[in-house]
Each structure stands twice: as structure tokens, then as C-alpha cells.
């Protein structure tokens, strides 16, 4: 037998929803239908296009990034590495120099002055690398790669600021969804409560089961108040990603119900930001090994230099030539190989250790996403039951006198009870899914 997955479900998904939003007018207590009615007007009820709630939700994915500082701050460093990059290229160009000293000068030889007075020297030099072993192309290698560490950091902090605003906003939505289930839970305590006035009016016996009704309904108003602040607590987060405007929920609940398959999620974990960016890091690190092993070629330069005296002892000199600098001994340089290795080798290990821990992360979120769309699944058979079985009861209690209210209040809470689980099961499976999006290649490309 096939086991079905979210896909399949997709469209059950939707019409449970549906249904939740008119569900208690399909089991009317004694003269209830008028406050009933009124949950028709819920967000449930709406018919919104998914397309809209796509757009909602990626439009406060962008807002967010554009007011989140850590992101600037991510751009400007990555910026930053940009330009080292350039600044180590130059060091391949011409260096050239002008110095100058003025002063008073005074010569003697054999204690005879030969000369005294005031001096002016103006000095020109320039020097031009023709030979060092690599170690230039090296660092401006290792430059390249800490830029491109530093241009997917900028995106990894882009896509944690997505992944909160995400999650955030299935948050907001699950409350409001539950707001509503306390709602509705509460309008049919307040029915019952309704119906029992009248009913004690004439029998004074019945005074225990009033009691009783009335302290559910204030336990279904209490949930209700509470839930509403969570919601509110979850606004407020929110704001601060995406300011005060927020769109509405409705459409939530049905966006991210897919699912991908195990071996695609799998495709994409080297390609995430972060373990491209400690590929880069990894890279950059062997690359400096390199330049530290540069250090043991001799150094060649181009030297031209000229030199202008005025005042006492008028001249000027000109020399040029090639400088070669060759090392030895340099015991230091040797330690200094060593260490860069280890590092470079480290940050090879590093980058494999996340990968690996990436993969079993996506293995067992996935696993997280399934469970949850099938103990929705799950829920919403035992949902169906619950209806039927509260529908039956409060007919019995209302018409033959044959089920006690406590039987009522008992089916009622199981009821509200499993839209509750239902609402929970859905959006854990959408924050899986948010989760295992971002362990990918982002939760703003899949939204795209």
C-alpha cells in the first residue's frame, strides 16, 4: 500500500480548512444559529488566491532585508574584501617614491673643514617586482577567496533574516488560525449557556449543568485572550523585521505544503551559502599556505633611484639595477609553513564536518515535514469522527434526553481539541519545510 505524502494531500488540506470555518453551524445547540453564523465572516471562510499569499509573504521577505542592518553590514564587509583583493593585485605595479630632507650640513677631513652650509635633497625611487616566487599571485588568490567567503556571508545573512520573517509569519498565522478554532469554541459555550438559562428557569435542578457550561465558556474565552496576545507577541517580532505594515494571514495555511523529495534536498546541501562559504575559506586558507611556502624563493626587484642636492655641494646621482634577495637561513619561516598547513588543512576538514552534519540536519527535517502533513492526516480522519459523534450526542441530549450535558461539553472539547492538533500538525509541517527550504538553496528562491 502507498503511503500518501503532503503532495496527495494538498487538496484535503485545503478543504478541511474550509470546512473548519463553518463546521460548528452543521451541529446548531438550541437557538444558536444566529451566533454561529457569525464565524462565517472568519479569515477561514475567505477564498484566497495562493498566488496573493506568495506575494505577501516574499513581499515581507524583501522588506526585511532591506531594513536589516545585519545585512548591511554583511554587504559593506564583503565590499570591503572586494577591494582587498585589489589592493594586493597593485603590489605587482611600480612603487615609486619621493623623499626629501633640508637641513644644515658641515665636512671636515683631517680637521680641516672642507665644506658647511645649508642642504637641500630631493630623492625618486622606484621599485618593481620581476621575481617572488608566486607569493603575489598567492595572496591576491587568497584575497579573491576571503571575498568570496565575505559575498556568501552576505547571502547566508540574508537568508537567515528570510527564514526568520518566514517562520514568523507561519507563526502568526497558525495563532490566528487557533484564535479563531477558541472562538467558535467559545460561541457554542456561550449558545449552550444560552440554552440552559432558559431551561433552569424552569427547572432549578438543572443549576449544576449551567454552572458547568458557563466554565467552559471562560475556558474557551481565556484561550482565545491568551492566544491573542501570543498572536500579538508574534506581531511585534515581526514588525521589527518589516515595520508596522503587516499584510494579512489569510492563504498561510495552504503555501507551503510541498514537500520535496529526499534526494533533491540532499543535491542541494553543497550548494547552501554557508558551506560554499566555508568551501571558501577552506580555499583561501590553502591558498595563504602557499604564500607563507613563497617566503623561501629568492626576492628580484627593479630599482632605479636619483637623487638632487642644492645649496652646499650642488650634485645629483642616478643608480638603477636589479636587487636580489635570497634566503639563507630563516628557521621562523619554516614553523610559519607548517602552521598554515594545519590550518588550511583544519578548514578542508571543517567544511566536510558541516556538509555531512548539513545532510543528516535535511535527513531528519524532512522526516520532521512528513510526520507532521501525515499526523494532520491523521487528525483530520479522527476530525471527521469527532464531528459526527458530537453532532449525535448534542441531539441526543437536546431532543431524547438521553445523553447528560457532560457528555456534550466532553465531545465539544474533544472536538475543538483535535482543530487545534489539526492547526499544529499543519504549521509544524510548514516550518519544517520553511527549515528544510533554507538548508538548501533559501527559502526567498523557493518562493520565487
Not at 3 to 10: D, E, G, M, R, Y
Not at 140 to 145: E, L
Not at 250 to 270: C, F, N
Request: aromatic share 6%; hydrophobic share 40%.
Amino acid at each position: 500500500m502507498i503511503k500518501p505524502t503532503a503532495q496527495h494531500l494538498l487538496p484535503a488540506f485545503a478543504a478541511v480548512l474550509a470546512l473548519l470555518a463553518v463546521m460548528p453551524a452543521d451541529a446548531n445547540c438550541i437557538d444558536e444559529g444566529s451566533a454561529e453564523a457569525r464565524t462565517d465572516a472568519s479569515p477561514l471562510s475567505e477564498r484566497v488566491d495562493p498566488k496573493t499569499a506568495r506575494d505577501n509573504l516574499l513581499s515581507m521577505v524583501d522588506q526585511a532585508m532591506q531594513r536589516s542592518q545585519a545585512i548591511g553590514a554583511s554587504r559593506l564587509l564583503a565590499e570591503a574584501a572586494a577591494i582587498d583583493v585589489s589592493e594586493t593585485r597593485a603590489a605587482r605595479f611600480p612603487q615609486v617614491n619621493l623623499g626629501g630632507t633640508v637641513g644644515a650640513v658641515r665636512t671636515e677631513v683631517g680637521g680641516v673643514q672642507e665644506e658647511s652650509g645649508k642642504q637641500g635633497r630631493a630623492t625618486l625611487s622606484m621599485s618593481v617586482p620581476l621575481f617572488d616566487g608566486g607569493r603575489i599571485s598567492d595572496l591576491t588568490d587568497w584575497r579573491k577567496s576571503l571575498a568570496e567567503a565575505a559575498r556568501l556571508g552576505e547571502v547566508n545573512t540574508q537568508e537567515q533574516v528570510a527564514l526568520q520573517t518566514v517562520s514568523l509569519a507561519i507563526e502568526r498565522s497558525r495563532y490566528n488560525l487557533q484564535a479563531q478554532v477558541y472562538q467558535q469554541y467559545a460561541r457554542k459555550m456561550s449558545c449552550l449557556v444560552e440554552a440552559l438559562q432558559t431551561i433552569v428557569r424552569a427547572d432549578r435542578g438543572r443549576t449544576s449543568e449551567l454552572v458547568q457550561a458557563q466554565k467552559n465558556q471562560k475556558q474557551a474565552e481565556l484561550s482565545f485572550s491568551q492566544t491573542q496576545a501570543t498572536v500579538r507577541q508574534i506581531e511585534t517580532r515581526l514588525k521589527r523585521f518589516v515595520g508596522d505594515t503587516l499584510p494579512p494571514t489569510q492563504g498561510m495555511s495552504s503555501l507551503l505544503l510541498s514537500v520535496p523529495s529526499l534526494p533533491d534536498v540532499l543535491a542541494q546541501a553543497e550548494a547552501s551559502a554557508d558551506i560554499a562559504q566555508l568551501a571558501a575559506q577552506a580555499e583561501a586558507a590553502k591558498y595563504y599556505a602557499e604564500s607563507v611556502k613563497a617566503q623561501r624563493w629568492p626576492q628580484v626587484n627593479a630599482v632605479v633611484s636619483g637623487t638632487t642636492i642644492r645649496g652646499t655641494g650642488n650634485g645629483t646621482q642616478w643608480s638603477g639595477g636589479v636587487n636580489v634577495n635570497i634566503p639563507i637561513m630563516n628557521p621562523p619561516v619554516g614553523y610559519a609553513i607548517d602552521s598554515s598547513q594545519k590550518r588550511a588543512q583544519a578548514a578542508r576538514l571543517q567544511r566536510e564536518d558541516a556538509l555531512q552534519a548539513r545532510r543528516f540536519r535535511m535527513t531528519e527535517v524532512h522526516d520532521q515535514a512528513l510526520s507532521a502533513f501525515d499526523r494532520a492526516r491523521q487528525v483530520v480522519e479522527v476530525l471527521r469522527d469527532s464531528d459526527r459523534v458530537r453532532n449525535f450526542t448534542l441531539q441526543q441530549w437536546q431532543q431524547l434526553g438521553r445523553r447528560s450535558l457532560f457528555d456534550v461539553m466532553s465531545s465539544e472539547g474533544e472536538h475543538y481539541n483535535l482543530r487545534v492538533q489539526y492547526v499544529n500538525a499543519l504549521y509544524d509541517g510548514q516550518q519544517s519545510n520553511a527549515l528544510l527550504w533554507s538548508l538548501g538553496l533559501g527559502v526567498r528562491a523557493q518562493l520565487k
